[in-house]
């Protein structure tokens, strides 16, 4: 059993909110969204990866000393040892917690049932997730992963990465009613970095 990492950040105050955290960036990701700026993770196969058992026997070192541990990426549903690495840190008695744009809802509704709080990277409208992931059918995938996660009862927290360029005032408006109205919760807007897009053309610099 072994996922693929590409990175590892081994404490972090802002990845859970409220939890003292490190964080596996799992390597590959099957959507290819223009503003994405952590595009070396995007490949499945690169030269920089970690090896799982190594990050895992760090993990090991930090009982007591860290809250949990959280799976990010990449889109961390694509691994299809995912589970089985989240069992592997539960057993060590940390929390889970688990960045996705809800890429794979299956892998993703398998995993929910040991993961503690999921940040959830809502896009774009759900008719105009291609604008931004490239990747056709995206969106019908990321909402049924929302549905899932709306009806699994586990903690979550909703955010949209915002370029000015790909999502405009009104629509931005529009997907936070949507959101409040379906999911009876806020949206958190977080910044763009607009100097390192995988899409060169959206830098503003």
């Known amino acids: 059993m072994a996922i693929s990492v590409g990175g590892f950040e081994p404490l972090t105050t802002i990845d859970y909110p409220d939890h003292l955290a490190c964080v596996v960036f799992t390597q590959g990701c099957g959507w290819r969204c223009r ?22 026997e760090f993990i090991k070192l930090r009982q007591g000393l860290l809250d949990a541990v959280v799976f990010s990426g990449g889109e961390p549903c694509l691994q299809s040892d995912l589970y089985d690495a989240i069992l592997q840190v539960k057993a060590l008695g940390f929390k889970v917690g688990l960045h996705t744009g809800g890429a794979y809802p299956k892998r993703f509704e398998q995993c929910l ?20 992931t490239q990747t056709p059918k995206s969106g019908d995938k990321a909402w049924a992963s929302l ?22 005032d009104q629509q931005l408006l529009q ?11 806020d949206l958190v807007v977080q910044t763009c970095d607009l100097n390192d897009c995988l899409d060169v053309a959206l830098n503003i610099v």
Do not use: M
Request: net charge negative; with cysteine; charged share 25%.
């Open 147 to 168: 549905e899932i996660l709306l009806a699994s009862g586990v903690d979550y927290q909703l955010r949209v990465t915002r370029h000015p360029g790909l999502i405009s």
């Open 175 to 185: 997907l936070k009613k949507l959101i409040t109205e379906s999911c009876q919760s």
């Open 35 to 56: 503003y994405c700026h952590n595009h070396d993770l995007i490949p499945v196969e690169t030269d920089a990866q970690f090896k799982w058992r190594d990050i895992l």
């Open 113 to 132: 049932d040991q993961v503690d709080w999921v940040g959830f990277d809502i896009k774009h409208l759900p008719l105009e997730y291609e604008k931004i």
